[in-house]
């Protein structure tokens, strides 16, 4: 009798399958068997890409002359530390009585490939084979994923965008890191005054480093500019605001070359003449001359992708991207919320259908189980499929991380980060199935002689969505910070102020308190977080200046979700960059700067956010079916070769220390 072998990408996981068939298995070395089926795994990667030495002794000496190396067929090995485990995984894979090979790897670029290595390594011939393809680990999900599966040659591209993928990192890592290390990697060495210096250059990280010493330099270079604004501040019914003057057409200053943009000035003195003229008797009452209410609607946000969720957790929690990475996989193996690799932002038709047990799932999640229950019963997730939140054509592997509605009973194993970042993603997830917040924005134009004055007002008046934000982790005074006042000077919570406020009308004489000078300045860029980063990744087409090329890397960042994290942590951990655990702020070290000074003078494309998201948009019409594998390794071998050998022939050494100097002049303790 035939047999079905379902693999896995971990332990864990194949666990949850075993569990889902109901079969009556026992538990194997390596694996676990039934009289209907086996189920087995991997342990993350069992087979990876050989090191150049490999194909031939003579590349185990760093040298230019064996530069550029690109082989002609590429070869694999079995991970040494997981030997025995694949050599369990082969045996099954290629067991007469295992008639369909049923692929449970994470359903993503990754898992297919880590699945497809062992394929290869293992040599099956003549086997049938299944994908399962599933967004969350549940039991239904797991089932479905099973009675649904496509046979595996359905995703022969999203395979061949895999193998390109790792074929470039290695192609880009050994040359460009090889022939720079030997190029320059001395120069560095004698100036860091350190034993070795070997030069890490990747497709991905090069271009992360770029960004930020890059903006680090930016920072540096900025000056900063005064700037002086005129204020004044005025009473109507035992009531007092501010407004702030600005320069409209008809007044004095209009079109001057004395302003700062066109509420303020470049000097003080400007600012303090108007200041005075404004009260010079006889001053006249200050006059409402137009007032505008109108109403203004906020939508739910877009759900969590893990970009959106990695630059949320790093802003509430100061965690890191990995440190999400690794809480949402978490919560993901113990069946409480969807896949986490995803850059979707929105659900699929199909689950919207099906989205009420989600819902009704979280009544038993005291923090949300209200909102669960107010969801439910007013049949807001009726019609949702009709709205931004569904959308099938914006899906590529998965949609959303929403939570399943199951599991909740491991809440009590989770640590209090993990609980938090669950209870964040709970309240994003119930916030779409709530109308808008509604606030009246009231614009006030007030006349002092000649002059116009300003103010605006924000009062919520419809909590809507708002009401499903309010995290239970949040201090008091964060949960208060919902956007209703815009005029820092004035009470929008004092209701007697509000009332006030919405009666004023044209012609309303203010009584004049006072003048006041208000000083500013303009601000640099802000530094990266670690969340910004990974959100600066993804939206990678914000660099690019050229419009047709920033609409057709639209969706391919730099990196992929799966992957961001790990690279910013390499960045780290090589000490390219520094990452202030407190803050998640990132900032380059001097031997980072060094490294982009190398690049910025040999290989300069690779710190280019467009090069980059080009590549990776080139991966995405590979696993599309747009171009070919064979088109997309032209493109990679020529640009490798071309590249390595105008390194070979560079002679910029000297100049580079003048760059190391300038560097060093911020590092100098």
Known sequence: MEKNLYIAEKPSV??????????????????????????????????????????????????????????DEFKYEVIENVRKQFGIVSGLLNRPDIGTIYVCTDSGREGEYIYRLVERQAGVKGKKRKRVWIDSQTEEEILR?????????????????????????????????????????????????????????????????????????????????????????????????????????????????LLYKENGFKERKTAEELGA????????????????????????????????????????????????????????????????????????????????????????????????????????????????????????????IIPTGQGIGSLNGLNETAAKVYETIARRFLSIFYPAAVYRKI??????????????????????????????????????????????????????????????KKGTVFHLKGMEIKEGETSPPKRYNSGTMILTMENA???????????QIKGSGIGTSATRAEILKKLVHIKYLDLNKKTQIITPTLMGEMIYDVVAGSIRPLLDPALTASWEKGLTLVAEGNITEKEYMAKLDDFVSRRTNMVKQMGNQGFLFRQFDHAAQNYKK
Not at 149 to 178: P, Q, T, V, W
Not at 455 to 484: I, P, Q, R, T, W
Not at 541 to 548: A, H, P, R
Request: aromatic share 10%; hydrophobic share 35%; glycine share 4%.
């Open 541 to 551: 087409g914000q660099f690019i200046e050229d419009e047709e090329l920033r609409a």
């Open 443 to 504: 614009s006030l134009r007030i006349g002092i002689k000649e002059e116009k004055f300003f103010a605006n007002f924000k009062v919520l008046e419809e909590e809507g969505y708002l009401k499903a934000a309010v995290f239970s982790f949040l201090k008091k005074k964060e949960e208060k910070e919902k956007e209703d006042g815009e005029n820092g000077a004035a009470d929008t919570k004092d209701p007697g102020f509000i009332a006030m406020v919405q009666r004023l």
């Open 145 to 257: 994923g099973i009675r649904e599966a496509k046979d595996l040659s359905e995703y022969d591209n999203l395979g061949a965008a895999a193998y390109l993928r790792a074929k470039e990192d290695y192609l880009m890592g050994i040359n460009f890191s090889r022939v720079l290390t030997l190029k320059y990697g001395n120069s560095i060495k004698s100036y860091l005054k350190t034993d070795r210096a070997v030069i890490s250059v990747g497709r991905v990280m090069t271009c992360v480093l770029g960004m930020v010493v890059n903006r680090e330099r930016e920072i540096r270079e900025f000056v900063k500019t005064p700037f002086y604004k005129v204020s004044a501040r005025v009473e109507s019914e035992e009531k007092e605001f501010d407004c702030e003057w600005k320069a409209v057409e008809g007044t004095k200053y209009y079109g001057s070359p």
């Open 277 to 400: 003229w404004l009260e010079q008797e006889p001053v006249p009452a200050p006059v409402l001359e137009a007032v505008e209410k109108k109403k203004e609607t906020k939508n739910p946000p877009l759900l969590y992708n893990l970009a959106e969720l990695q630059n949320d957790c790093s802003k509430y929690f100061k965690i890191s991207p990995d440190e999400t990475l690794r809480i949402v996989q978490e919560l993901y193996e113990k069946k409480m919320t969807t896949y986490p690799r995803t850059d979707a932002r929105v659900l699929s038709s199909a689950v919207a259908k099906e989205i009420y047990k989600n819902i009704n799932g979280l009544k038993n999640y005291p923090q949300t189980a209200a909102l669960a229950e107010e969801v439910l019963q007013s049949q807001a997730y009726k019609n949702i499929a009709k709205t931004r939140y569904v959308n099938d054509k914006q899906i590529t592997d998965h949609y959303a």
């Open 14 to 71: 194949a666990r949850e399958f075993a569990k889902a068939l109901k079969l009556n298995m026992s538990n194997k070395d390596g694996y676990m068997e039934s009289e209907e089926a086996v189920v087995t795994w991997c342990v993350g990667h069992l087979v990876t890409m050989s090191y150049p030495e490999v194909y031939d002794e003579k590349y185990k000496r760093w040298s230019l002359s064996t530069l550029p190396f690109i082989p």
